[in-house]
Nanobody, 121 residues
């Protein structure tokens, strides 16, 4: 199994920035792609950004392209999401995920963190 613990959420004004981090542990050798999802009240959970391990490609949802940047440290034990130009519509619970399939209209993942709240006013 893979364990994921998020940190870094909070409240920010529109146009501001936040950094989310996710500590990854356990059988990280089982996953080739990690990412971030979010779920706003009354909406379905959606994929935001994903990155393949080993210096692989990154994927972004259209709604965050050019504003969010996903990265993985060299040890591949910390997954980061740097968010710039935040908008009220970015308000959601953000989840770190592993074993992500970032394809099609609905991304999926096998392992999930508990989530961290991001509020943009």
């Amino acid at each position: 199994h893979v364990q994921l613990v998020e940190s870094g959420g909070g409240s920010v004004q529109a146009g501001g920035s936040l950094n989310l981090s996710c500590a990854v542990s356990g059988r990280i050798d089982l996953t080739y792609c990690m990412g971030w999802f979010r779920q706003a009240p009354g909406k379905e959970r959606e994929g935001v950004a994903a990155i393949y391990t080993g210096g692989g490609r990154a994927y972004y949802a259209d709604s965050v392209k050019g504003r969010f940047t996903i990265s993985l440290d060299n040890a591949e034990t910390t997954l980061n999401l740097h968010m710039n130009g935040l908008k009220p519509e970015d308000t959601a619970m953000y989840y770190c995920a592993a074993d992500v399939l970032p394809y099609g209209g609905s991304w999926s993942a096998a392992y999930w963190g508990q989530g961290t709240q991001v509020t943009v006013s």
